[in-house]
C-alpha cells in the first residue's frame, strides 16, 4: 500500500475503459476509437450515445430503432412536472432543479425494482433518463416565462425536440444540427469528475438513478461544467461595461481571477472540442451578421496567448465557445450547464454500466492529520 498523497487524484489510473480516450499533450478526442472531429461532424446525438452504451456505431436499422425507442420515453409523469413547476416557481437554479427532477424520476421508473446487477436493465433505465432529461429541462424554463410544457415530438432528434420543446417552434435546420453537434461533443470524456461521481455511486451497486442525480451535482460546479454559464456572463459583463474585453482581462488577472473557458487538468493545448465549437461559432456569427461574442472570445484569446497562458498549457476549454454558440441559439444563459447534462447523461450512464460489468467498490483512503489521543469529556463538564 503507497502513502503517497495524490491531491485531486491527479493523474491516478483507477479503472481501465473503452469508452472514451482523451490526449491533453496533443488536444485529442476519441470516442471507442472514432475521432470527435469526425463524430461531431458525421454523427448524431443519438448516434453517438448508441455508440457509448453498445461499444459500436449503430447500422441505420440499428440506429432508427435505437432513436425510436429514445424517442417514446421523452414523456415525463405529471407528478415530476408539477414538481418542476414548484421549484421553478421558487426560483430555483436549473442545475438543482434538474438534480431534483431526475432523483424524482426514480419514483415512477417502470423496473424500479429490477436487480442493480441486471445491466440490461440499467440501460433501460438510462434510455429513459436520458429521453426525460431534455423534457424536464424544456418544462422548467417554461415554467419559468409563465408557459405551459410543450409535449414532446418523436418524430424529431433528440436536439431538434428540445429546441422544440423549449420555444414551442420546431428549429430550423441549421440550429438542430448546431444543437446536435453540441450535445455530441459534450457526450464524454474520460474519468472527469462528475463521471467519476456517477462511477463512485455506481461501485456501490446504486441504482443508477442516485448515479446521474450524483453527476448533475458535481457538473454543477463553476471548476467543471458551470464554467460555460460564467464565460457567457464574463462576455455579458464585458459588453455591459465601458471596458473592451482586453481591457477586463488584464483586471481579472490583475485581480488574481481565474478565467473561466481557460485551463484544463488534461488538456495542455487547446481543447479540440473548443476548436470545433469556434468553427461553428464562425459560420453563426457571419451567417448572422452578429459578430460581437465572437469578436471578444476572439481579443481574448488573443490576449492571453500573447501574455504566454497558452505556452503554460493554460488553453481555451470546450466551455469558452459553448455559451456564444448556445447564445445564438437563443438559450438562456443558466441553461447552459443544464445542457451539458443532457448530453453527458449519456456518457455517465455509460462508464456506470462499463464499470459494474466487473465492478469493485470503490473506497480511497485519507491520511489522517487529527489527533490520536484526545481525552473524552462529558458534555456538561465541558
Ligand atoms: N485562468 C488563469 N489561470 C489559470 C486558469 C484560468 N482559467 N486555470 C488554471 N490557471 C493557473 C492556476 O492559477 C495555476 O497557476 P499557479 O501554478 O501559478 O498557481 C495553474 O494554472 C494550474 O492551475 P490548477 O488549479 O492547479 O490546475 P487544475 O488542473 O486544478 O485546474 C481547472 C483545472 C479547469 C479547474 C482550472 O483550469 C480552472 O479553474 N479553469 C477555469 C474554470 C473552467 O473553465 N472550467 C472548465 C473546465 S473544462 C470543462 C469541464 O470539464 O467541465
Same mark, same amino acid.
Do not use: C
Given at each position: 500500500?503507497?502513502?503517497?498523497?495524490?491531491?485531486?487524484?491527479?493523474?491516478?489510473?483507477?479503472?481501465?475503459?473503452?469508452?472514451?480516450?482523451?490526449?491533453?499533450?496533443?488536444? *485529442?478526442?476519441?470516442?471507442?476509437?472514432?475521432? /470527435?472531429?469526425?463524430?461531431?461532424?458525421?454523427?448524431?446525438?443519438?448516434?453517438?450515445?448508441y455508440l457509448l452504451w453498445h461499444g459500436s456505431l449503430p447500422t441505420r436499422e440499428e440506429l432508427d430503432a435505437f432513436a425510436a425507442d429514445l424517442a417514446a420515453e421523452r414523456a415525463?409523469?405529471?407528478?415530476?412536472?408539477?414538481?418542476? %413547476?414548484?421549484?421553478?416557481?421558487?426560483?430555483?437554479? =436549473?442545475?438543482?432543479?434538474?438534480?431534483?427532477?431526475? @432523483?424524482?424520476? @426514480?419514483?415512477?421508473? $417502470?423496473?424500479?425494482?429490477?436487480?442493480?446487477?441486471?445491466?440490461?436493465?440499467? +440501460?433501460? &433505465?438510462?434510455?429513459?433518463?436520458?429521453?426525460?432529461? =431534455?423534457?424536464?429541462?424544456?418544462?422548467?424554463? *417554461?415554467?419559468?416565462?409563465?408557459?405551459?410544457?410543450?409535449? $414532446?415530438? $418523436?418524430?424529431?432528434?433528440?436536439?431538434?425536440?428540445?429546441?422544440?420543446?423549449?420555444?414551442?417552434?420546431?428549429?430550423? !435546420?441549421?440550429?438542430? !444540427?448546431?444543437?446536435?453537434?453540441?450535445?455530441?461533443?459534450?457526450?464524454?470524456?474520460?474519468?472527469?469528475?462528475?463521471?467519476?461521481?456517477?462511477?463512485?455511486?455506481? @461501485?456501490?451497486?446504486?441504482?443508477?438513478? @442516485?448515479?446521474?442525480?450524483?453527476?448533475?451535482?458535481?457538473?454543477?460546479? =463553476?471548476?467543471?461544467?458551470?464554467?460555460?454559464?460564467?464565460?457567457?456572463?464574463?462576455? %455579458?459583463?464585458?459588453?455591459?461595461?465601458?471596458?473592451?474585453?482586453? %481591457?477586463?482581462?488584464?483586471?481579472?488577472?490583475?485581480?488574481?481571477? *481565474?478565467? #473561466?473557458?481557460?485551463?484544463? *487538468?488534461?488538456?495542455?493545448?487547446?481543447? #479540440?472540442?473548443?476548436?470545433?465549437?469556434?468553427? &461553428?461559432?464562425?459560420?453563426?456569427?457571419?451567417?448572422?451578421?452578429?459578430? &460581437?461574442?465572437?469578436?471578444?472570445?476572439?481579443?481574448?484569446? !488573443?490576449?492571453?496567448?500573447? %501574455?504566454?497562458?497558452?505556452?503554460?498549457? /493554460?488553453?481555451?476549454?470546450?466551455?469558452?465557445?459553448?455559451?456564444?454558440?448556445?447564445?445564438? +441559439?437563443?438559450? =438562456?444563459?443558466?441553461?447552459?450547464?443544464? /445542457?451539458?447534462?443532457?448530453?453527458?447523461?449519456g456518457g455517465w450512464i455509460a462508464h456506470v454500466v462499463e464499470y459494474q460489468e466487473d465492478n469493485r467498490l470503490i473506497r480511497p483512503r485519507a491520511r489522517y492529520t487529527g489527533p &490520536?489521543?484526545?481525552?473524552?469529556? #462529558?458534555?456538561?463538564?465541558?
Open positions: 500500500m503507497s502513502d503517497e498523497l495524490k491531491r485531486g487524484l491527479e493523474g491516478v489510473l483507477v479503472a481501465e475503459s473503452d469508452l472514451s480516450y482523451v490526449d491533453g499533450e496533443v488536444g *485529442r478526442l476519441v470516442y471507442r476509437g472514432y475521432d /470527435i472531429e469526425d463524430l461531431a461532424r458525421g454523427a448524431s446525438y443519438e448516434e453517438v450515445v415525463v409523469d405529471d407528478d415530476v412536472l408539477d414538481t418542476v %413547476q414548484a421549484l421553478a416557481d421558487a426560483g430555483e437554479r =436549473p442545475m438543482a432543479a434538474l438534480r431534483t427532477a431526475v @432523483s424524482m424520476l @426514480s419514483a415512477y421508473e $417502470p423496473e424500479g425494482d429490477a436487480d442493480p446487477a441486471d445491466l440490461d436493465a440499467t +440501460l433501460r &433505465k438510462g434510455r429513459r433518463i436520458t429521453a426525460k432529461i =431534455p423534457t424536464i429541462l424544456a418544462a422548467f424554463e *417554461r415554467a419559468r416565462q409563465g408557459e405551459d410544457p410543450v409535449a $414532446p415530438d $418523436p418524430d424529431l432528434s433528440h436536439a431538434a425536440n428540445f429546441l422544440y420543446m423549449l420555444t414551442g417552434t420546431e428549429p430550423d !435546420e441549421v440550429s438542430a !444540427e448546431t444543437f446536435d453537434m453540441a450535445l455530441t461533443l459534450h457526450a464524454d470524456h474520460g474519468f472527469n469528475a462528475s463521471t467519476f461521481t456517477a462511477i463512485v455511486i455506481g @461501485s456501490t451497486m446504486a441504482d443508477v438513478y @442516485s448515479g446521474v442525480t450524483g453527476g448533475i451535482g458535481a457538473l454543477s460546479g =463553476p471548476l467543471h461544467g458551470g464554467a460555460n454559464q460564467d464565460v457567457m456572463e464574463v462576455l %455579458q459583463e464585458v459588453d455591459a461595461s465601458d471596458k473592451d474585453p482586453v %481591457q477586463w482581462v488584464k483586471d481579472a488577472r490583475d485581480e488574481g481571477r *481565474r478565467i #473561466p473557458g481557460f485551463g484544463h *487538468r488534461v488538456y495542455k493545448v487547446k481543447d #479540440p472540442r473548443a476548436n470545433i465549437l469556434e468553427e &461553428k461559432l464562425r459560420d453563426l456569427s457571419e451567417s448572422s451578421g452578429d459578430t &460581437k461574442w465572437l469578436d471578444y472570445t476572439t481579443a481574448i484569446e !488573443e490576449y492571453l496567448t500573447e %501574455q504566454g497562458l497558452l505556452d503554460k498549457g /493554460i488553453a481555451p476549454n470546450v466551455d469558452f465557445y459553448s455559451g456564444s454558440v448556445y447564445d445564438s +441559439l437563443g438559450i =438562456p444563459v443558466d441553461m447552459y450547464t443544464p /445542457i451539458f447534462a443532457m448530453s453527458r447523461a &490520536k489521543d484526545s481525552e473524552f469529556v #462529558p458534555v456538561d463538564e465541558r
